[in-house]
């Protein structure tokens, strides 16, 4: 133990120095705050000028109304209105020279969009807007919804209905959602609440794996190729070395863990915002610890039996798509936790640690789930750590040729 202390002093040491480990500290943070808030506050910016929206009434009866209830509705920061109407059935009858004089002046700049209300809107509630940037999706859905607005007036008014009661007798409703736990303890929780628990403890564990473990793999296939870990191994075992390089490369994961968790719970606590509670956040810590050792001794095995660094990082690709599967059923995850196939796929040790901490936040397993998925995670995390081993204790020493899957199996047999 004493060897493997030193392997991991060395490797930490080594490694904690260097400038891009320093770099990435500060840089991931706050590329991670860049791209999460920067394109939210782009998004929600208003408008700085009126953008103008040519529109062919073919009824009659909807481009006033529009016009009147977009500048009602919506203005810029000045008072002015976000949004200017120019009714092209004032100027032109003839479909056909409509169309063409609206292009004319969407591809001159003069309009940004040009819509047309059909007759038979009322029935089909169909429109038709050409624009050069059919992107613009908060124009598109602010004119949309007041035509909506707008078509409903419309049919009360034919079945003789006041629309301005129907205004009054409305009543918007804000739920207010409190999550009970089997203790009869309750809490306010919403949707994003609960996502954001699981994704942060899942983008950690990804970025543990992903930085801690592709550096335990270049570690390994560089000094396969250097022949220094012949000498290496005239000093201490296969399995001190194995030790060492995870305890060292996982004390530098979690530096940079340490690092970034006190970034974000002083963020957290500046705008009182509740991430996870501590009874959450002890028995999520348990699968962060079993999974990473899982894919440590994964990559280990993978770093040890590739003979370059291009075929280990193909290979480790694979690998950490399992750490990604999981966000891409975040949302039926969220829905239907306790559904019989994410049961099944908990138990999956690749996927455990990350199905769990979706389905922790949003509703509390049942104990023998918990029970049953540590002691699963936990036995193939001391498994894969195991073949881990006896894979390392041969493949560090062979090069030039990838072994083959019965090869694999014959060193972990006899080793």
Known sequence: M?????????????????????????????MMVVFGVVPSLLASRPDTDTKSIAVYDETGRFVGPLNERLKEKYK????????AVRDLGMERRDIDSVRELAQT??????????????????????????????????????????LEELIRERKLIDRGVNPDLIRQL?????????KISEKGTEEESGFLEAFFSGYIFIMM???????????????????????IVEILMSSCTARDLMAGKILGLSGLGLTQMFVWVGIGLSIASRFSINVISPEHFSLMLVYFVLGYLFYAGLFVAVG????????????????TLFLVFPIVLAIAVIQNPDSTWIKVLTFIPLLTPTFMALRI????PETWEIVGTVVVLGLSSWAMISIAAKVFRIGILVYGKRPTIAELYQWIKVA
Do not use: C, H
């Not at 030193?6 to 840089?27: D, H, N, P, Q, S």
């Not at 990804?206 to 296939?221: D, M």
């Not at 936040?361 to 509390?364: A, F, R, W, Y």
């Open 205 to 227: 564990l990804f970025f543990l794996i992903l930085t801690s473990g592709q550096l335990l793999v270049r570690s390994v296939i560089e000094e396969k190729s250097n022949r």
């Open 105 to 146: 002046l969407v591809l001159s700049d003069r309009v940004d969009g040009f819509l047309t209300i059909p007759e038979s809107i009322l029935e089909t509630g169909k429109v038709e807007y050409r624009s050069q940037n059919v992107g613009d999706v908060r124009l598109i859905e602010r004119v949309s919804g007041t």
């Open 304 to 319: 040890s039996s590739a003979t370059t660094e291009q075929e280990a990082q193909q290979i480790t690709q694979y690998v």
């Open 361 to 364: 936040p949003i509703q509390m």
């Open 170 to 178: 409305e009543t918007s409703v804000e739920m207010k959602t409190i």
């Open 2 to 30: 004493t060897k493997a202390l030193t392997v991991a002093k060395w490797e930490y040491i080594e490694k904690v120095r260097t400038k891009t480990f320093l770099i990435g500290l500060i840089l991931m943070p706050l």
């Open 76 to 83: 810029l920061p000045d008072g002015q209105p976000n949004y």
